[in-house]
Nanobody, 121 residues
Framework: QVQLVESGGGLVQAGGSLRLSCAAS????????AAWFRQAAGKERESVAA????????DYADSVKGRFTISRDNAKNTVYLQMNTLKPEDTAVYYC??????????????WGQGTQVTVSS
């Protein structure tokens, strides 16, 4: 069993940066792929970035490529999402997820409660 807790969200001006963290409980977290998703008000949830269990493979949605970076520190049981050059359209609740399969379209078994990111214009 894995429990995920996101942090680092907040209000930022367009062009600014935020770093989200996802702290995981469970000694086997390093065995799981992880990903960040987001859901804007009135829209469906979408995948943003994914990282494999070792951290050597990453994938990004086209909308965030070149601006967002996903990484993980398995010694700390933590996954990060560095978000740069933020845009108002990045405003959403961001969720961390973990699962056995890697990728933007993989199914994920464990989910955090979400953290709000608001980008003002």
């Amino acid at each position: 069993q894995v429990q995920l807790v996101e942090s680092g969200g907040g209000l930022v001006q367009a062009g600014g940066s935020l770093r989200l963290s996802c702290a995981a409980s469970g000694r086997t977290f390093y065995m799981y792929a992880a990903a960040w998703f987001r859901q804007a008000a009135g829209k469906e949830r979408e995948s943003v970035a994914a990282v494999n269990w070792r951290g050597g493979r990453t994938d990004y949605a086209d909308s965030v490529k070149g601006r967002f970076t996903i990484s993980r520190d398995n010694a700390k049981n933590t996954v990060y999402l560095q978000m740069n050059t933020l845009k108002p359209e990045d405003t959403a609740v961001y969720y961390c997820a973990a699962g056995h399969d890697y990728g933007l379209t993989a199914g994920y078994d464990y989910w955090g409660q979400g953290t709000q990111v608001t980008v003002s214009s």
